[in-house]
Nanobody, 120 residues
Framework: QVQLVESGGGLVQAGGSLRLSCAASASSSVIVDMGWYRQAPGKQRGLVATMTTRGSTDYADSVKGRFTISRDNAKNTVYLQMNSLKPEDAAVYYC??????????????WGQGTLVTVSS
């Protein structure tokens, strides 16, 4: 059983920075991909950034150059450094992990979400 624990959300002024963290507990599973998605009120949940175990990354166009995803594979922890925040970045940010467990195979899990508020 894999569980995700997120931290780091909060209120920040436009132009400021926040760092999100997400730690996965995986006793008998192998974490594959980890990343962040976000959902603003009235909008669908969408990709922010993801990173594979090997370090390949994918970013939403809207955050490229401002956000950086990193990962500590030994700790099964993923981070999202968010700089130059804009009011449109305000959303609930969800950690996501894809893991492999036997015999079920690949599974996906989501964190509980952490709120990021950006004041203009």
């Amino acid at each position: 059983q894999v569980q995700l624990v997120e931290s780091g959300g909060g209120l920040v002024q436009a132009g400021g920075s926040l760092r999100l963290s997400c730690a996965a507990s995986a006793s008998s599973s192998v974490i594959v991909d980890m990343g962040w998605y976000r959902q603003a009120p009235g909008k669908q949940r969408g990709l922010v950034a993801t990173m594979t175990t090997r370090g390949s990354t994918d970013y939403a166009d809207s955050v490229k150059g401002r956000f950086t995803i990193s990962r500590d594979n030994a700790k099964n922890t993923v981070y999202l450094q968010m700089n130059s925040l804009k009011p449109e970045d305000a959303a609930v940010y969800y950690c996501h992990a894809r893991y492999y467990t036997w015999p079920e195979g690949y599974r996906d899990i989501w964190g509980q979400g952490t709120l990021v508020t950006v004041s203009s």
